[in-house]
């Protein structure tokens, strides 16, 4: 499974004792394949992200629904929705390491026309400074639990995931623009044959401008 997001739009400030807080909506672009590359989708749809830092501690929560279509490449003939919910909590270490934990919640309508998955998801995260506002994040991990509507279980290491993230800040970091590239894979082990597949989710260029307030920290 594969899907792609791109945003480029206006986050309303917040103005609260926390360090920065900015909340806006997204504008998302998908591809999804699943088990083969005969199941071939793509779609649009909206989303909406908010942004939380305060002393060590951040938290991404994002928010989206993409409607697919089948491609012409594939055999796959009905369309379906995707509603996503992906939480991540950072906590910083030492030098550009940041430890983070959260989870990943996408459901499909109809149900069963591809997989929805929910995820509890572990990693890190190396932030570096590009130079005066420009910050680029590299982040990986692993995603335990994971439930498929269609069935089947995946091993402890049987699914990760990979990211990376450019943030500019300007007029004194209360205007920033982000985007970001996830990958997601899930091998997936189905209960009656044994039969393995791969689900594989790609988001190149989720991004995101705001206007936004507080302090920002100090990375």
Request: glycine share 14%; charged share 20%; aromatic share 8%.
């Given at each position: ?48 992200k908010a942004t939380l830092e305060w002393k060590k501690f951040s938290a991404d929560i994002v928010l989206s629904k993409v409607k ?46 591809a997989q929805s998955v929910g995820a509890v998801t572990a990693g890190a995260q190396m932030a570096y400074l590009l130079g005066p ?87």
């Amino acid at each position: 499974m594969r899907s792609l997001a791109c945003a480029l739009v206006a986050l309303l400030p917040i103005g609260l004792a926390a360090q920065h807080v900015a909340i806006g909506p997204q504008v998302a672009f998908g591809d999804y394949r699943e088990v083969s590359s005969d199941l071939h989708y793509r779609g649009g749809g909206i989303g909406a992200k908010a942004t939380l830092e305060w002393k060590k501690f951040s938290a991404d929560i994002v928010l989206s629904k993409v409607k697919y279509k089948p491609t012409s490449d594939g055999t796959a003939t009905t369309e379906f929705d995707a509603s996503e919910v992906d939480v991540r909590l950072r906590y910083y270490i030492t030098g550009p390491v940041s430890g983070e934990l959260g989870f990943i919640n996408r459901k499909v309508d109809p149900e069963f026309e591809a997989q929805s998955v929910g995820a509890v998801t572990a990693g890190a995260q190396m932030a570096y400074l590009l130079g005066p506002g420009v910050r680029m994040a590299l982040h990986g991990g692993l995603m335990f639990g994971a439930k498929y509507s269609g069935g089947g279980t995946t091993s402890g290491l049987g699914a990760l995931q990979l990211g990376l993230g450019l943030t500019v800040d300007a007029l004194h970091s209360r205007v920033r623009v982000t985007g970001d590239y996830g990958f997601q894979r899930f091998s997936r082990k189905t209960d009656e044959s044994g039969i393995r597949d791969r689900l594989l989710m790609r988001r190149p260029v989720r991004g995101s401008g705001w206007l936004s307030c507080g302090r920002h920290p100090m990375m």
